[in-house]
């Protein structure tokens, strides 16, 4: 068989010795970047692709005639034209839950951020802010214990129950928006209004659909307290993100934490680039060190299963 890995830059750097193991499995190419009008070239006998956010549709799956299977590097696969590769007998396999607790840490890298401003008075000693201070101390924000504090999730999948779990580590209570019938002890499932209404930090789980695009709105910001803080980790475009600058600048929530945008990388007038009180950072959530080697592990395993005809993970059944 031959394997053509299409992205292979956001698992492994500079280094696709990670990928010996499916080497010995498939004829393997690896590629760390693949514009669309190079797919077909690339992959025209290869019965394998492995891809992250290169785009497969209709248009790219009816050129490949030797195409049997589909790897995503990711848990979601909506690059993938899951129907059309049906049709054509084609397995699409993903990999579930692989950076869930990566996700979780990150989460709580933001939200310890906010209330405590570690960075940022890191920065400002290394300035000789402190050592020209006058007294033992100073201090710039207001800064708030989390305990007693109430935590709402949107999407209580994998992470948001990861990050809930940590919440109640830190005595918070913890309200979820969810679909949920069964909570564990420390949740207590609360209705939309509730949720943000109640909510000092607010934090996204849930998937994109139409029903979650732009959730995170101007009407829903109003129902926040002043003093919320929303944390994103979810998709883009839950967020309607010139809603939330608008917030930021004028009072309406104290902040916004995000590692995801609605277009990635963001364009230089996004607006959340220049709100105050907003922390970014570029989609690096799901990419620790540990996290990236399990990703390419089950990739892997995914990938034997299929070539020994007992396909694991798939998503288009």
Not at 71 to 89: C, F, M, P, R, S
Request: with cysteine.
């Amino acid at each position: 068989m031959k394997a053509v890995i299409l992205d292979a830059y956001t698992t492994i750097v500079n280094d696709d010795s990670l990928w010996n193991p499916l080497r010995q499995i498939a004829k393997t190419t690896v590629f760390h970047r693949t514009e669309r009008n190079e797919i077909v070239e690339r992959c025209k006998d290869a019965e394998i692709i492995i891809t992250n956010k290169v785009v497969i549709d209709a248009e790219i799956i009816s050129q490949l005639p030797h195409l049997r299977y589909i790897g995503v590097l990711a848990t979601g696969y909506n690059v993938i034209d899951t129907e059309t590769a049906k049709q054509h007998g084609i397995v699409v396999a993903n990999v579930p839950a692989y950076s869930t607790m990566s996700v979780a840490q990150m989460v709580w890298a933001h939200i310890l951020n906010i209330t405590n401003r570690v960075g940022y008075y890191a920065e400002e000693n290394k300035n000789g802010r402190w050592t020209n201070s006058k007294d033992f101390c100073y201090y710039d924000f207001t800064h708030h214990e989390l305990a007693g504090k109430t935590f709402g999730v949107v999407g209580l999948g994998n992470t948001g129950m990861a990050a809930a779990q940590i919440a109640i580590a830190f005595g918070m209570n913890v309200n979820a928006y969810t679909s949920k019938k069964t909570l564990p002890k420390g949740i207590r499932s609360v209705s939309f209004d509730e949720l943000f209404s109640q909510s000092d930090i607010i934090s996204l789980h849930c998937p994109l659909t139409p029903q979650t695009k732009e959730l995170i709105n101007k009407d829903s910001l109003a129902k926040m307290k002043s003093s919320a803080i929303v944390i994103n980790t979810s998709r883009g475009p839950v967020v309607n993100e010139a809603d939330v600058a608008d917030a930021l600048k004028n009072g309406r929530i104290a902040a916004f934490a995000a590692d995801v945008v609605s277009s990635e990388p963001p364009s230089a007038d996004t607006p959340l680039l220049s709100a105050p009180n907003c922390f970014l950072t570029p989609h690096i959530a799901w990419a620790t060190k540990e996290a990236r080697e399990r990703l390419i592990d089950i990739t892997i395993a995914n990938v034997k299963a299929f070539a020994n005809g007992h396909p694991i993970n798939q998503v288009n059944l």
